[in-house]
């Protein structure tokens, strides 16, 4: 973790329980529709029953609305997000999303002052047949001629049924990819704890994979470092700013070897972290100074830990040493403007980026990725080196030409220009906000405001490959 005095471990940790919390309410929700859907079809819609599940299910809703103008849920190849996090399926949540997707819906947005009326309504209409639905002209033609206003429901975005196959395989490679990174540091980190014999060869192995996967394809592997929700949250972190490093050093055209050597460092950074003792990693709130002397030790260790493991590089000890160096600003304390390797400086903006964006969990609204990125711009020249701040923004906060992005409205856009705004491109829609269309041919800019509001806000970026979005014949 980044672990300044003010983002310590205790956050972390409480970044990492609130945003469980935050997955449960959402899979609660779920569970409760899947409830009411299975009981519109046996009780009728006027029965106490059915609207005291109605109920429970809005005081659920009430609870993912506070800080929130809507709730939307949405899927993607056949995974159910809340927001940019992957809600855990069970057998009830993985039947409601075949009887979604069987009826073309692709995501869900329910809106304050919802009525029990209308999520009764809604799962009786959920609950006909497809044929039926299709016969009265969709599931979204029939609520809109009931009068449901306060949920509503999108087209299935983007997939592609002829390519849906390769779509998935192309995730489940990059999934898997991570998994693999967060069981091989997990394999290193334990040895070390238990002082057995470290092996580096499969940890060696997996950082290669991922940068042969980063230089095939940035965003695939990137985007994983948002989208995905893990239990080991300190095994991902590492894998997260091993990804973000990599994905730098490609960004910046090292060569190859580098980049596997930056990334093996970037794994390693916060090895010194087993010898902080587990009920200061475990304690949840501010840690007394002592304590915190103590995480403050894990640069030192760190370094001490990567020198006695067979394998491992001198770089990998400069960079557990120096990523929290920051200059003189940072620690361990060092007495001049000691020279910083490089590496050392990508690790800790990769650090601190991750550390930041997954700590807007735990105020259970987001911290989107530009508000982040505002951080360590202003952080330019003081903490972090303005020439890789720079490169940073340019690599996650600025899209260019040619970036597919996924609106907050549900629609998807390409970005066609820049405007005075680097986080407001001028987009060419894809698909209109139902998602009907694949091209809607609309060119619109992200400055448009709507009530003193922005109209549309970035809701993420797609993979044009994976998407099977041609971006090249909107370019030329
Ligand atoms: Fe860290
Ligand atoms: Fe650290």
Redesign the pocket.
Known sequence: ???QKSDSRGDSRQSFFAKQMLLGTAKTTFQQLSGLMKNVTIYPESHPFLLALAEKLIATLEGLLVGRKEVAFYLVSGELFFETNSVPLDQSISLLVEQFVSRDVGGIVFKPELTTAELIRLAVLMSKEPEALAAEGGIMQVMGRENITHIELHRVLLVDKKTGGAIKEEQQKSAQLFMDAVAAIKDVIQSVHRDKSISMRRLNTVVQTMVDNVLENRDALMGLTSLKMYDEYTFAHSVNTSILAISLGTFLSFEKPQIAALGVAAML??I??VRVPLEIINKPGKLTDEEWQAVKR??IN?ALIASGIPGVTKLAMVVAFE??QHGTSGYPHVEAHAYEHLFSNIVSLA?SYEALTAARVYYSVQMPPDQAIRILVEKRGTVFHPVLVKAFVNMIGIFPIGTVLKLSSGEVGLVLHQTRDLMRPRILLLTKFDGSERVSGEEVSLLETTGGKYKRNVFGIINPYTANINIKQYLE
């Open positions: 973790m980044a672990d950074h916060d010194g972290k894990h640069p760190g990523h929290h650090d």
